[in-house]
């Protein structure tokens, strides 16, 4: 079982959405890792914007969705992948730009699904208001 779940969507202009998100709808923010800014939707349900200036020149931007999961045992979901010969894209590995442990493989559509976790002691904190 996971700990909670996060969908990660591109945006051209990361003030414009947050300035939505918080003040239409109302969501707090959960973490803000610089280019990206997580927002709690409900207990254990997050959806996540993330700034890609580069997304102009890319036509159907909108439509790339990362689903991701998120544990603290990343490397047996790893090995729970493997031994169900599933193909990993990206293995275990820390990204430092975001503070995460993850790993990358798709779903039988094509979509990616990431299993990660969290290295910042800020995530989680908002479960506690």
């Given at each position: ?20 998100y ?32 580069d ?38 590995q ?31 904190q908002?479960?506690?208001?």
């Amino acid at each position: 079982m996971f700990e909670s779940q996060v969908t990660f969507l591109y945006t051209l202009d990361l003030d414009r959405t947050t300035a939505f998100y918080t003040n239409a709808l109302g969501l707090k923010l959960a973490l803000d890792q610089g280019k990206c800014r997580i927002y709690r939707v409900s207990r254990g349900a997050y959806v996540g914007f993330c700034q890609r200036d580069d997304l102009a020149e890319a036509p159907g931007w909108e439509s790339k969705v990362i689903f991701t999961l998120v544990t603290p045992d990343v490397d047996a979901w790893y090995g729970r992948l493997q031994a169900a010969g599933i193909p990993v894209e990206k293995p275990p590995q820390l990204n430092p730009i975001y503070n995460i442990y993850h790993l990358f493989f798709r779903d039988v559509n094509g979509y990616l699904i990431e299993i990660q976790r969290f290295e910042d002691p800020a995530w989680g904190q908002s479960e506690l208001e």
